[in-house]
């Protein structure tokens, strides 16, 4: 913008007589893309397979490092997901934008995504011990 302009305070026309009103251009406005938010979502609970009997069982994250039974086979077992013992190849979250349950694999730890139902963008945290 030329230095010294002057507009009138009330009906804003130029004051300065040296200047035209149409030697300042105004750039033309273009709105800001919109920014995705990028929300982390952490395991909820682990899909692991029971060491006897092999079938899935859903169990929840505050379990880590007990004692627990599969409700198959009545087979009690330590879990541990660090453990070669223990298969779990899955786990479960919630999205963080539209709260719906995700079963995610573990190879998609610590990086970003897309949720499945609402395509929010999540980064997928590792647990907080």
Do not use: W
């Amino acid at each position: 913008m030329p230095a010294n302009l002057i507009h009138c305070q009330t009906c804003r026309a130029l004051l300065n007589p040296d200047l035209e009103s149409d030697s300042v251009e105004i750039p033309q406005f273009i709105p800001l893309e919109e920014i995705e938010s990028m929300a982390e979502a952490e395991p909820r609970g682990y899909f692991v397979d029971c060491p006897a009997c092999h079938r899935e069982l859903r169990i929840n994250r505050k379990y880590v490092g007990q004692s627990v039974q599969c409700k198959f086979c009545d087979g009690p077992f330590l879990l541990d997901i660090k453990s070669d013992l223990i298969e779990q190849n899955y786990f479960y979250t919630k999205c963080p934008h539209c709260t719906e349950e995700l079963r995610v694999a573990n190879k998609y730890k610590g990086i970003k995504v897309a949720c499945k139902h609402c395509k929010g963008k999540i980064q997928i945290i590792e647990e907080s011990s």
